[in-house]
């Protein structure tokens, strides 16, 4: 159902969406594939509370980061914010468990989330900063090692199937390759920050002009490599002057773990939809190993996400290696309902705005677009 609505009717905060019949039901029907799909693969539901205490949510992430939050006193006069991610409130949940030795832990979750915006929700969706998003996704905790972030990219390619979703591809780095490389062939550790942010907007032009005169090409080297060819690095830094032997340690370590995963992906059967691309950086700090996003046709941000997290549980008193990745809903629906083109494949089974079931090859206009009102 799409609606029109006039001036002079209330608004809404920027960034916020009305979810309209037709829409909220797909969205629903969506949600609960995902969490089923969880559930018999052995990951319990589990929910928090929208507001975290600042403080939890600053656990292993940098003060700047709270600036996308939307924050405000509760009646004691903590600062709390809405929660803009699921995996803090998790990890504070989980680290009663860890400390009993209850590991391990398999939960799953599907909740909206919320970061500050000036960008109106037609638009943030689709960008990556909506204001307010739906999130499924797992938590894995107490399992470390490349086998499990194997599975859990496997997992997250047979929820895309479970979906109906066709032609996705996985995007897999490691959260510690490029900092220990760029401090390995000497870029001053002032000048790091500013590359790894250029990184993460996927600004090449910026990160290169960025780079000191006396280093190495090394987006060249990072374009260059694959996990997928164990010999690919040496061969690319081969003469390289390493100005730090326990930066250029870390880095071969996060390299062979890489490749470790390369091989177990093959095993797998998942090289076909699994690309190594060493750029990718993402700007949650607290991840320590397997980055990854999920892209489908038709929308430029992720679809999914997720990483490795061995260090977070430890802020919160209870150490215990971790990994996990959520849904970006959403996106999902946008790539399953497109606002524009003739045909789409809709989710099988889903019901259509009129509440009759879904088919493949529905028409479009039943979509993304025309089921909620934004502003």
């Not at 959260?175 to 000048?191: D, F, R, S, T």
């Not at 830094?237 to 390299?255: I, K, P």
């Not at 691309?277 to 038709?298: K, S, W």
């Not at 209870?318 to 399953?336: H, Q, Y």
Request: proline share 6%; net charge negative.
């Amino acid at each position: 159902m799409s609606v029109n609505v006039p001036s002079g009717f209330a608004d809404r905060p920027i960034g916020m969406q009305d979810s309209y019949p037709g829409f909220a039901k797909r969205r629903r029907v969506i949600e609960n594939r995902l969490v089923d799909f969880f559930d018999d693969s052995g990951y319990e539901l589990v929910s928090s509370g929208a507001f975290e205490f600042v403080d939890t949510l600053l656990r292993a992430r940098p003060l700047e980061a709270a600036r996308e939050w939307v924050q405000l006193f509760d009646g004691t006069g903590n600062t709390i914010a809405l929660r803009p991610e699921m995996t803090p409130s998790i990890a504070r949940m989980a680290a009663p468990l860890v400390t009993a030795s209850k590991l391990p832990i398999r939960w799953c979750y599907a909740e909206r989330v919320y970061r500050r915006t000036n960008d109106p929700a037609s638009l943030s969706w689709a960008s990556g900063k909506a204001a307010e998003s739906t999130q499924v996704g797992v938590e894995w905790i107490g399992v470390g090692g490349t086998q499990a972030d194997a599975e859990v990219l496997s997992l997250c390619h047979r929820a895309t199937q479970a979906l109906g979703l066709a032609d996705t591809q996985t995007v897999v780095s490691h959260a510690m390759l490029v900092p220990a490389l760029l401090e390995a062939v000497g870029v001053p550790a002032e000048l790091v920050s500013n590359c790894l942010d250029c990184l993460t907007r996927g600004d090449y032009v910026a990160f290169h002009a960025a780079l000191p005169d006396d280093v190495p090409n090394v987006l060249g080297v990072l374009q260059s490599i694959t996990p997928y060819q164990p010999e690919s690095l040496q061969e690319e830094l081969l003469g390289a002057r390493w100005q730090s032997e326990d930066a250029r340690f870390e880095m071969m370590n996060a390299w062979s773990s890489l490749v470790e995963l390369a091989e177990t992906v093959t095993n797998m059967d998942l090289q076909e939809h699994v690309t190594f691309d060493l750029t990718l950086h993402r700007d949650i700090t607290y991840y320590t190993g397997l980055v990854f996003e999920v892209f489908a046709p038709g929308v430029g941000a992720p679809i999914a996400l997720g990483g490795r997290y061995d260090d977070l549980l430890a802020q919160f008193g209870s150490a215990a290696p971790a990994v996990g990745m959520a849904f970006e809903i959403e996106r999902v629906l946008a790539v399953l309902n497109p606002p524009t083109g003739h045909t789409t494949a809709s989710i099988p089974g889903a019901a259509t705005a009129d509440g009759s079931e879904g088919s493949q090859n529905e028409p479009a206009g039943k979509g993304f677009a025309g089921g909620g009102l934004s502003c």
